[in-house]
């Protein structure tokens, strides 16, 4: 709390500026305004705590800016569904357009720009719930040939060896064959770049790409460019992948703004995928009786080919992507800011350019909507619990709200329930402790910190077919 002297020379200087906002309740700025709160914490557990102190609608002082944090249901619906067209992103298009390209609807401006996009997004297409459904078998098979990598490292920072897995999975799925360890790298450089400027304390003029970023940035889409054209010219009638998929149909669609978006598939969904498998592992080793659960069931699910069909029969495992996703979610900020024109929300004229910070942190463990929010229990998700809650409502909106929410956030469901399965029929993942971990950010994600530990085979479980390479010599009963 900053001191009266502080808090003095704030209102000398900006006092004018708090007037129209005057209504609404916030901690009082000082002479930085409220920056202070959020250099010393990560912003979604600042927000969180403006709901604890302040209500569900607050006004913040970054600096002399004003910026309104909204932890209201009906406000969130407001900004993010019915009156989306009014309040753009925040500044992350020029954060991140020089590593992800312009085509991805992921910064398009509301509107038009995005509808375009949109409209013409393979993951957009009502085709694309059957290719999605056909990933879970070759998701299954290349997530089991990388667990038994795993198996043998004797010890794993396991946010970033689940980020590299994700990485593999998501080549097959997107053009149907693992990449080489290169190609990853290049990945990560962009992403690093684009990081750079998300959490940059410097006007973006002055943030460099680092060194080799031009490089890296034409092998990594050209790669794809080159999967493409090897594509059109042997085309084949029974790859299942994204891009041959694509190809089928829609013939015509243009071979750069594919490469651009099957390399943007990777910057959309790796990050926030494998922070969400390593945020549930984490859970699981805290509460051995769901992660027994799971085991039982993944084992009885698994036989190859695994198919959409069956995988769907694990209710557990669904119950345990959402119980992950509500207590860990990946993208916990979601920023949005007011128009030019002069605007009214929550009784109040907002003034121009005004950053909305919305965040799900504190909603999904609302204590007055959820039974023992801080406890990790799939089971408020079954019998009727997920249609209560259902993705993008009120208190569960891990993947957004409203049209511009995640477009993959079907997929993601798909591949978090085919990991989920196909390890742990297979590892018990022992995690070295249940003490909360230290949570970074990173390209805009989530990135736990410091979470470690070691894969460790499971004995097959006898009604089971066999898959795969024979057990390590690390072996434990299911
Ligand atoms: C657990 C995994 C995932 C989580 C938690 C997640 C979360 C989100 C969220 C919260 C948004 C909305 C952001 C906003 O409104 O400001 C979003 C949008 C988006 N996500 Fe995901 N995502 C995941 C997986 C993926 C995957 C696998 C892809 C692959 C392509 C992807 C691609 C996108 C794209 C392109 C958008 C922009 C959609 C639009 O504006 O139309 N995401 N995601």
Known sequence: MPNLLSRGLFNLFFGSRRKPLASLPGPPPGILGNLGDFLGAPPWDVC??????????????????????????????????????EFEKGNIGTQIRHSVTDDTPFIADQGADWARKHAMDPLAQPWTPAWQAAQVEPMRAALEESVEALLREPSLDLALALRKLTFDVFCVATV????????????????????????????????????????AKERFYGLFADKIRAARQAPSAHRVDLMSWTLREMPDFDDRVHAHLLGGFFFGGVFSSSTTLTGAVHQLQKYPAVEERLAKESAALMRVPLDFERLKGGSWGEAVAFEALRILPAVRVFLRRSPLAPTQLVGVTLPPGMTLMISN???????????????????????????RNPLGSGHFFPFGRGPRACVAGDFAMVYLRTALATLFARVRIQVDSTEPFEEGFFFGVVLPKGVTGKFVARQRATDSTPMGAPPSSAVESA
């Not at 290169?182 to 680092?210: E, G, H, N, T, W």
């Not at 929010?373 to 799939?378: G, I, K, N, Q, S």
């Open 48 to 85: 969180a705590h403006y709901a604890r102190t302040h209500g569900p609608v607050a006004v913040a002082w970054l600096g002399p800016s004003p910026a309104l944090v909204l932890n209201d249901p009906a406000v969130i619906h407001e900004v993010m569904e019915t009156r989306r067209l």
């Open 176 to 215: 149907g064959e693992k990449l080489p360890t290169s190609v990853y790298d290049d990945f990560i450089l962009l992403a690093a770049a684009a990081d750079a400027r998300i959490q940059a304390k410097l006007p973006l003029r002055f943030v460099s790409p680092p060194k080799g970023f031009a490089a």
């Open 361 to 387: 942190q504190h909603l999904h463990r609302d204590p007055s909507h959820w039974v023992q929010p801080e406890v990790f229990d799939p089971e408020r998700w079954l019998n009727g619990g997920a249609a």
